[in-house]
């Protein structure tokens, strides 16, 4: 059984600095979606078992950094330059490739239960 666990959430300032952690279970590729109130989840982030290849959404690109690792079954997402527009809840997922790189929320299988980011203007 694939285990997902996210930590790291909190509130901090516009152009602050936080770091989320998934702590996990497997080989697999890994991501992070984010959803708002009242949105689709959208992709964030992802990133392969070897760390090889990683992808970001445009709107993140330059600010956010995806990162893992294995030996302690961990992957990170370090948030600098946070914009209220970051505000949403954050998801750790994981689907059954380790070598596939994509960021459609329908391609992952497993999900953790999600991390509160509120940014303050």
């Known amino acids: 059984q694939v285990q997902l666990v996210e930590s790291g959430g909190g509130l901090v300032q516009a152009g602050g600095s936080l770091r989320l952690s998934c702590a996990f279970s497997?080989?697999?590729?890994m991501a992070w979606f984010r959803q708002a109130p009242g949105k689709e989840r959208e992709s964030v982030a992802a990133?392969?078992?070897?760390?090889?290849?990683?992808a970001y959404a445009d709107s993140v690109k330059g600010r956010f950094i995806i990162s893992r690792d294995n030996a302690k079954h961990t992957m990170y997402l370090q948030m600098n330059s946070l914009k209220p527009e970051d505000t949403a809840v954050y998801y750790c997922a994981a689907m059954s490739s380790r070598y596939s790189l994509v960021l459609a929320p329908n391609q992952y299988d497993y999900w953790g239960q999600g991390t509160q980011v509120t940014v303050s203007s």
């Open positions: 497997g080989s697999y590729t």
């Open positions: 990133i392969t078992w070897s760390s090889a290849r990683t």
